[in-house]
């Protein structure tokens, strides 16, 4: 959206083939950046809005914009933590609401908003529906363990099969033994 609305946009990540696809998707209008401390630091600085959205499967968001970045930034630049749901990516982020979504750090407007797609329900739910249904049609077609062994995806949710953990992050946080999903599914 902010490609076609003429702004200079550059996203960076530290997944080359994400950078590869974004590219391929949007053309040359859009910059890309492989992620290094010095790259965010840069981009950061220069920035009238930066957009944080990071996710790390099962963990908390690394705090990738330090306080001291904010605070060098221009005044009245924004900051949009999406990875608020997972701590925020932004040294000073909190948890906001859509009651009172703003709050001010050294002269940054921050916007941390759990739960944003909530400001549009009627459109996120469409956009929900649509992701989740093939999903949903798989499971009530195959069956539960049928549709896991079919699809990769759907092993990615699975975290405990038939008094197995089979999700790394939870057996190892919890002290359980970690069993491959196709393995207990085989059982």
């Known amino acids: 959206m902010a490609l076609g609305m003429g702004a200079d946009v550059t996203v960076l990540d530290r997944n080359v083939d994400a950078l590869r696809r974004l590219v391929h998707i949007f053309g040359t209008g859009l910059r ?15 920035a009238d809005l930066v957009i944080g959205a990071v996710l790390v499967v099962g963990a908390e968001a690394p705090k990738l914009v330090t306080a001291s970045m904010i605070k060098r930034m221009q005044p009245g630049s924004v900051l949009v933590d999406v990875a608020i749901d997972q701590g925020g990516c932004f040294e000073t982020s909190r948890a906001t609401t859509h009651a009172e ?23 996120s739910t469409y956009a929900l529906n ?11 077609g195959k069956g539960a363990r049928k549709a896991l062994l079919d699809n990769p995806n759907f092993r990615e949710g699975l975290n405990v099969h038939q008094g197995k953990v089979t999700y ?17 599914l085989a059982n």
């Open 32 to 46: 890309t950046v492989y992620s290094t401390r010095a790259a965010l630091e840069e981009y950061v600085l220069s």
């Open 101 to 123: 979504p703003t709050y001010v750090v050294d002269g940054v407007v921050h916007y941390c908003v759990a739960n944003m797609p909530g400001a549009v329900p009627r459109t």
């Open 130 to 140: 649509n992701v989740t249904l093939p999903y949903a049609l798989a499971l009530a």
């Open 168 to 184: 790394k992050a939870v057996a190892r946080d919890l002290g359980y033994d970690f069993v491959e999903p196709e393995q207990a």
